[in-house]
């Protein structure tokens, strides 16, 4: 490898197209490629759709792994605390494969987001530089009561890993200044610790010049793209267009994105706006379309004559970015890191959020001012070119991971420093193991202790799923019961009860060591 060229491994759940959910995946999808351009070498551990696998995608190597734990391992904390077990879950799989990668040949630095604490076993472990980036903490979704979040031990778990993760990091960046100020309160840290790098967009593929997917046919098209949850403001846009639909009878608002449970109540809610719809009777002028691919995104942002990013929260929106890039007139809000990356008037539109009557007015006047969408949309694009290219972006996050590589060696030099972890990394995911394994035992033993609904259930459980074993078992007890004049080594005499014993200690070893391996076993 040429001198200065670094090897990178980017450690997120979220990559496209398997796991390409949001921003996250967007983010480390540009940040890689962008990484590539300059001639560095970027590795990609990621969560898979069905199966592991690795492969090389334009310059960018791909490693996907299914999530540590198998569906039905630690079943109790499932039920408990889903959130936890997910991150740790999936953590614990990223990290093994990068552990393994690293040992193969060492990375120079690893990035991860702050998001359900993905750096968390790279920081604990301290054999590279950690460098995080921050998307929106746990905790911010707790203050904030975003996605109906509550203050639960669960999501309360949840923030202080993240928190963990960031606090051993060697640098962390922030693509907003709005989120870096909460976070730097968070974690009692000063806020020029923080380094303020906005999210990078490919401005060649997100242009004005290209294939269009929605036709005109007289209308005057309004995209909203974005999962549809209570965060993204939907609820908002959807409020506004009965006003909106009145002054300007040709508009069509058009609705890319997944459904989500967090409406009211955990609710659907495509369910609830439908009903907003129907019962204000604007159904012939909305269409729903499900997640599209990245790629095929900007033939949509042509499309549109007004693009709305109607956040009540959003640390920086790609979907404005995105739009800005294609050229369109977006409206955002101002809460989060929106109104750092449009400027208001010039490159677009800031109302404030929850105010359908605000959001109706900003979009009736573009639709009614064709010059001034014009000009909202060159504007944005000028600026998108200027500041948020991806190759751009991806100089200022090598800057940064030459002061992270420059932070560890220093840690690692210094004799005062005293790692949260203090063995060596072969072990953690063992320890893991142990602790997870055992909470859940201790869970199990206490329902079971104290609920006899629960133990009625286990005891279908293991009839159902091992039934020889099962049976063994209860045939052994019996045995027992009504031999209780004999000695356990009176009875080990009897050739039948020692060969049936043996069988059940050698079956139930083999079933302890499946549930460690997270392998189903027949019985």
């Known amino acids: 490898m040429q001198k200065n060229l670094l090897r990178v491994c980017l450690i997120s759940r979220e990559y496209p197209p398997d796991t390409g959910f949001g921003g996250i995946a967007t983010f480390t999808n540009h940040l890689a490629h962008g990484l590539v351009s300059l001639g ?9 759709k069905a199966e592991s696998r690795s492969y090389i ?50 990375f120079d630095v690893v990035d ?83 380094k303020i790098i906005p999210n990078p967009i490919d401005a060649d593929v997100f242009s004005p010049h290209g294939e269009r997917a929605i036709k005109q046919n007289g209308s005057l098209n309004v995209l909203f793209v974005g999962r549809l949850e209570e965060r993204k403001g939907i609820r908002y846009l959807i409020e506004a267009w009965k006003d909106i639909i009145v002054c300007v009878p040709q508009a069509h608002l058009h609705v890319i994105g997944d459904d989500t449970k967090t409406g009211k109540g955990q609710t659907s809610v495509i369910m609830q706006l439908k009903k907003f719809i129907e019962e204000n009777k604007l159904t012939k002028s909305i269409t729903f379309i499900d997640r599209i691919p990245l790629g095929d995104l ?45 400027v208001h008037a010039e490159s677009g539109i ?58 560890f060696s220093h840690r690692q030099s210094s004799i005062s420093t005293c790692p949260i972890y203090p063995h060596s990394a072969e072990k953690i995911l063992s320890d893991m193991e142990e602790v ?41 007890r019996f045995i027992n019961m009504f031999s209780f004049w004999w000695t356990p080594e009176q009875r080990r005499v009897v050739p039948f009860y020692r060969s049936l014993e043996d069988a059940v200690i050698e079956k139930e070893a083999e079933v302890q060591l499946a549930r460690r391996k997270y392998r189903p076993v027949k019985c």
């Not at 560095?40 to 898979?48: I, K, P």
């Not at 079943?75 to 393994?100: G, H, Q, R």
């Not at 959003?314 to 929106?338: F, H, K, Q, R």
Request: charge should be positive.
């Open 57 to 106: 995608e334009n310059g960018v190597t791909v490693h996907r792994v299914m999530p540590y734990f198998e569906q039905g391992a630690l079943n109790i904390i499932d039920c408990i605390m889903p959130y936890s077990k997910y991150m740790v879950s999936t953590s614990a799989a990223l990290w093994e494969k990068f552990f393994e990668l690293h040992k193969r040949e060492q």
């Open 40 to 48: 560095h070498e970027v590795h990609v551990v990621t969560l898979a």
């Open 436 to 476: 997870a394994l055992n909470f859940n035992e201790s869970l199990h033993q206490f329902l079971f202790q104290w609920s006899y609904a629960y133990r009625i259930g286990t005891w279908y459980n293991k009839l159902r799923y091992r039934p020889r074993l099962y049976l063994a078992k209860l045939f052994l």
């Open 350 to 407: 800031i109302v404030e959020p929850r105010n359908p009557a605000a959001i109706a007015e900003a979009v009736i006047n573009l639709l009614k001012d064709k010059k001034e969408r014009e000009r909202i949309g060159n504007n944005a694009r000028s600026r998108v070119l200027l500041n948020f290219q991806r190759r751009e972006v991806a100089r200022k996050m090598v800057q940064l991971y030459q002061q992270a590589m420059e932070s």
């Open 112 to 194: 991860s987001p702050e998001l359900l604490a993905e750096g968390v076993f790279p920081a604990l472990a301290s054999i590279c530089p950690l460098v995080i980036r921050l998307y929106t903490p746990h905790s911010k979704f707790i203050a904030e009561k975003l996605h109906n979040v509550t203050p639960s031990f669960d999501h309360q778990f949840v923030a202080m890993i993240e928190r963990v993760a960031m606090k051993c990091a060697d640098a962390i960046t922030s693509p907003s200044k709005d989120l870096a100020q909460f976070v730097a309160k968070d974690i009692h840290c000063p806020l020029d610790q923080i």
């Open 298 to 342: 900007p033939a949509y942002y042509r499309s549109a004559d007004v693009c709305v990013v109607p956040s009540v929260y959003d640390n920086s929106p790609y979907t404005c970015l995105e739009a800005m890039s294609c050229g369109s007139a977006v409206i955002g809000t101002t809460a989060g890191g929106t109104s750092e990356y449009i």
